[in-house]
């Protein structure tokens, strides 16, 4: 079959009344739903008008839209053996000819199983590929290498990780496809091996490496239908220390067929009561069929423990574009 595709899409239609229909104080412990909706606009220099997006309107991210976040644990007598994931939206996308379009997203949407060796998921996940294998963003206006372009956020496929006393070691064997799904001989293989454990030692180094045939989406649209080399090797690391965040990422190898280099460093500085502000700055730099840097920074305020605040100013050096967005995102549990 020469294509399969947007079967992501059909997958939340079915489900999404499903989720609606189980979202009532019922809920037990086993069950987490949340409320997900934001609004985004700014400003572009090349444009000259506003924007409704940070990125690009083809892309899933960042743009307005409102949806759920749903989680369930499985437990047995010796405890929790599995769990599932499913996040869902619907997104508006604006663009430049004043066309809009409402388009439903499947983001996270996986099963996962604990075994004696590993955990075990398959589904829409987190390819094992540097900085966006661990660093969930999907909210957050300043993007990492994936959502720039380089790798996907969230492939469809199988992996599985196990964690260690000194870090952890993910593979993952997915389509390479990003968010929709097609089968024309395109496969991406990742795996990732780290030092340290953020969430106990606050920090954490890793090592990378792709090997595939991957196709060049953003967002649903295919923008070339013929598979690409894709051959990556890369290092990410991360610290957190008081109110300081560093977090870092490389990749240099082959990516859709071009050489490629590209690497990003976001500081983070926490303050005010309880930490509630942030600001954020991150140069990134890539070289690939051409050559860009961005420099971005971002604001952010919980103003409260539902709604947060972000602003955000870029600087497109290949485009030479100016961008000022502001984004208000609710994420409430239910």
């Not at 979202?23 to 739903?33: E, F, K, Y």
């Not at 001989?185 to 091996?193: I, T, W």
Request: overall charge neutral; aromatic content about 14%.
């Amino acid at each position: 079959m020469a294509r399969i595709c947007s079967i992501s899409k059909t997958v939340l239609l079915l489900i999404l009344p499903a989720m609606l229909a189980i979202s009532t104080p019922a809920l037990g412990d086993n069950h987490l739903l949340y409320f997900e909706a934001q609004g985004i606009a700014g400003y572009s220099s090349r444009q000259d008008k506003p924007i409704y997006y940070s990125m690009n309107p083809d892309a899933e991210m960042q743009k307005p839209s409102v949806g759920f976040d749903y989680l369930h644990r499985f437990s047995g007598e010796s405890g929790d053996w599995g769990s599932f994931g499913l996040q869902g939206r619907l997104a508006l996308s604006v663009y430049e000819n004043g066309t809009k379009r409402i388009e439903p997203q499947a983001y996270n949407a996986w099963f996962k199983v604990k075994t004696s060796l590993s955990d075990v998921w398959i589904g829409h996940n987190r390819p094992a590929l540097g900085l966006g294998s661990y660093f969930d963003s999907h909210p957050l206006i300043l993007r990492t290498l994936p959502i720039q372009g380089f790798g996907y956020d969230r492939d469809w496929g199988i992996g599985t990780y196990r964690d260690f006393s000194w870090g952890n070691l993910q593979l993952s064997a997915t389509t390479g496809t990003g968010m929709p799904i097609y089968f024309k001989g395109n496969y991406m293989l990742a795996a990732r091996v780290a030092y340290g454990v953020l969430n106990e030692d606050n920090y954490t180094l890793g090592f990378s490496a792709g090997y595939g045939r991957t196709l060049d989406t953003m967002g649903y649209k295919l923008r070339d239908s013929a598979p690409k080399n894709m051959r990556l090797g890369g290092a990410d690391f991360a610290f957190l220390r008081n109110n300081l965040e560093h977090r870092f990422d490389l990749f240099a190898g082959e990516w859709l067929d071009q050489d490629t280099v590209a690497l990003m460093y976001r500081f983070g500085f926490l303050f005010g009561p309880e930490q509630r502000m942030k600001i954020e700055v991150q140069p990134a730099y890539w070289r690939s069929g051409g050559e860009n840097w961005l420099l971005s920074s971002c604001f952010s305020a919980l103003v409260t423990p539902d709604l947060t605040l972000r602003t955000m100013y870029e600087y497109n050096h290949a485009e030479d574009d100016h961008r000022a967005i502001v984004q208000l995102y609710y994420y409430l549990p239910l």
